[in-house]
């Protein structure tokens, strides 16, 4: 049985940036903290060491309006988002760069929340780069908010999504999915996709000559027993399992459509191998059609 939460205390935080992206990070970020009783951060990172050329800094000129800049992001994401019965707000700048801003920000927050780079015109700031270089280092799970139909009633009736492929990193996403579907009143589907290759070095049959009936109740097992790890601790969430013979990448954006959220953990192994780190996580985040919950803790 693991932790019903990994960090219930935390904040979650959202990174501002003026674009429509953070725009809407900002906006589910703020349901997220009323789902899980808890506080909003609002964070820009200014970026002076961006400024610099060479060793020679920027003028105290410039420096004001980088700041008066951000600031006015800010006060305008805290307009967006804030309620009189909704959670606490607050706003946050910092003179870093945004990645390691956040990283620092995620050694207390419960969630880090990025825009995506569908609507952003800020790739560098809070897109991409900065969400690819969160996933591998930030200290809590990082969301990229992807879509257009998350925020509506519709979507508030789908399944929460979780790509399970028997790895350590699969138990932590198991713990958050089942935690995020509790939070939202949501079924849980937990897929597990395997392709041909994945096959052939698990059996050690390069040349597949094999049936595939032993390898899916195989697989069928180790889902089976992941999830029971977890499902107790939730009674009230239903799961589904999915087990299916086909490329874990096109499977997880194919649910991406029917579900109010994708969780996966930020490595992965077997089905999952090189999962946000190679092609199956950059599809994810940059063409799910739900926002995307990238599991990690302190330690992974």
Known sequence: ??????????????????????????????????????????WHALGIPDYYLGSVPPSDELLRKIKNRGETILREAADTVEHASGPAV??????????????????TARLIVLGSTEHSR???????SVTTTLVGHAHCPVVSVRGRTWDLPVAWKQPVVVGVDGSPAAEIALAVAFDEAHARGADLIAVHAWEDVSASRSFGDPAGNYGWSAFTESARRMLSQQVSKVRDSYPDVEVQQVVVHDEPRQELLRWSVKAQL?????????????LLLGSTGQSLIHHAACPVLIARTADH
């Open 90 to 107: 607050t706003t946050h700048i910092a003179d870093d760069s945004a990645a390691p801003a956040l990283i620092e920000a995620s050694g």
């Open 262 to 274: 994708v969780v996966v953990g930020s490595r992965g192994r077997g089905g999952f191998r090189g």
């Open 1 to 42: 049985m693991m932790n019903r939460t990994l960090r219930p205390a935390g904040p979650i935080v959202v990174g501002a940036d003026g674009s429509t992206g953070a725009r809407a990070a900002a906006t589910w970020g703020m349901q997220a903290a009323d789902r899980h009783e808890t506080s909003l951060e609002l």
């Open 122 to 128: 800020f790739t560098a700031l809070f897109g991409g």
